[in-house]
């Protein structure tokens, strides 16, 4: 077990629709980051908060965006939903953001879009 | 901008075998160098990583990987493999940010 949690584990769902993914790190952590893992495009770097503040941004779509909150939780959410969306979304936590940090899993939200 | 290449998507081993998981990396700044693992239906897991210091690393559970800066390489090996070694090993470079490798699935066979 990471530390890091994500729900819901797995969400169903239909085109054009909007979802939202929830992630908590582990105690401690400032930096959350989000992920896509997919079938084709292998594990993405999605998006990177640290305190609050987006630090660094990979390949998310405009119709995706996140936030991270005061509590340090954070949300992605996914609007407009497209097939090829589906895909596993993982979270992560570290310390500190900086670049020598482990980065710590949660177990992932299963996206299903029909 | 960084890279990273596994060169093996599938490696099937018997029990007890020895294995090598190969990982090319290129950067144009200082990297860290990690293997995470992913067993099936779960997150990734840090197995070992290379900060600085010695090249070779090793982890809890066996596997060891050496930094070679000549040759770009981060290879992951293990001299005997077990079946709860079965899983996905992906190969990550972090200089601005953590880059994955596409991964490489490794099966254990009895």
């Known amino acids: 077990d990471s530390g890091v949690t994500q729900t819901p584990k797995h969400l169903i769902t239909a085109t054009g629709q909007r979802v939202t993914l929830r992630c908590s790190p582990r105690?401690?952590?400032?930096?959350v980051y989000w992920y896509q893992q997919s079938l084709d495009q292998g594990l993405q770097f999605l998006i990177q908060?640290?305190?609050?503040?987006?630090?660094a941004k990979g390949n998310i779509l405009e119709r995706f965006s996140a936030q991270q909150f005061p509590d340090l939780h954070s949300e992605l959410n996914l609007s407009s939903l497209e097939l090829g969306d589906s895909a596993l979304y993982f979270c992560?936590?570290?310390?500190?953001?900086?670049?020598?940090?482990?980065?710590?899993f949660g177990p992932g939200t299963r996206l299903t879009v029909l | 901008a960084q890279s990273v290449t596994q060169l093996d998507s599938q490696v099937p081993v018997f029990e007890e075998a020895p294995v090598e998981l190969r990982c090319n990396y290129s950067?144009?700044?200082?990297?860290?160098l990690f293997w995470y693992v992913q067993y099936p239906n779960q997150g990734l897991q840090l197995l070992l990583k290379?900060?600085?210091?010695?090249?070779l690393v090793e982890s809890i559970n066996g596997f060891e990987a050496e930094f070679n800066k000549s040759q770009t390489s981060f290879h992951l090996r293990k001299p005997s493999v077990h079946i709860s070694d079965t899983a996905e090993y992906f190969c990550?470079?972090?200089?601005?940010?953590?880059?994955f490798g596409k991964g490489t699935k490794l099966t254990v066979n009895p």
């Open positions: 992560a936590s570290s310390p500190t953001g900086g670049t020598p940090d482990t980065q710590y």
């Open positions: 908060y640290y305190n609050g503040e987006e630090r």
């Open positions: 950067s144009s700044v200082s990297v860290y």
């Open positions: 290379y900060l600085s210091g010695s090249t």
């Open positions: 105690s401690g952590d400032l930096s």
């Open positions: 990550a470079v972090s200089g601005e940010k953590l880059v």
